[in-house]
Every structure is written in structure tokens, then in C-alpha cells.
Nanobody, 117 residues
């Protein structure tokens, strides 16, 4: 059974940077490569929201609040999706989840990002 393994969360001051990684363990490349990959986040008391996505062809989309600060990328040979987060702000504090949109949706376990003011 494939699973997504996330890493890279932590505590940073406002204005700092983090890079999240999500590795698709035991997922075959014929499933990973054409799939849309995404990062979501959920802050306490709020609904989970889509932060960024990248299609199999490399088209990216971002929620307005992170445009110009976050960059999503994928490395198919490593079956990994990244989220580079720069100029982090306290409102970015949340648990971040990666997702693979395949025939079956796969979710990561979540990684905490905390930005102090």
C-alpha cells in the first residue's frame, strides 16, 4: 500500500523560510508521474484549504494568500513533491498535508508549521 511521508515542518520566526517534502513511498511511477500533487493546510478551528497544486505536466496553482511567497515543485524520479515557503507569516501557522490525486486519493500524515510573530 502506497503512503505519503512528509517532513520539513517546524518553528520559525516571521519572515523565515521552510521547505516541506512529501515522498510517495511504495507508489509506482506510472501512478505518481501523471498525478496532480497538492499541499493543503488546516489551522486550528478552520477548514482545510488548498494551498498549492502541480499537475503532471507541471502547471501550478496557488491560493492568493501565498502567491509570490510559496513555490510547489515535483521531482518525479524521487517521487517527491516540495513546498518552498518564504517570508512566512503567523497566519501561515497550520498543519500542512500533501495529497496525490490518483485513482485513489492519498494523503500524508501532516506536518506542523508554526510561525512566531
Amino acid at each position: 500500500q502506497a503512503q505519503l511521508v512528509e517532513s520539513g515542518g517546524g518553528l520559525v520566526p516571521a519572515g523565515g523560510s521552510l521547505r516541506l517534502s512529501c515522498y510517495a513511498q511504495r507508489m509506482i511511477t506510472s501512478v505518481f508521474n501523471p498525478s496532480t500533487l497538492a499541499w493543503y493546510r488546516q489551522a486550528p478551528g478552520k477548514q482545510r484549504e488548498l494551498v498549492a497544486s502541480i499537475s503532471g505536466s507541471g502547471t501550478t496553482n496557488y491560493v492568493d494568500s501565498v502567491k509570490g511567497r510559496f513555490t510547489i515543485s515535483r521531482y518525479n524520479a524521487r517521487k517527491t513533491v516540495y513546498l518552498q515557503m518564504n517570508n512566512l507569516q503567523p497566519e501561515d501557522t497550520a498543519v500542512y498535508y500533501c495529497k496525490v490525486d490518483a485513482l485513489n486519493d492519498y494523503w500524508g500524515q501532516g506536518t506542523q508549521v508554526t510561525v512566531s510573530s
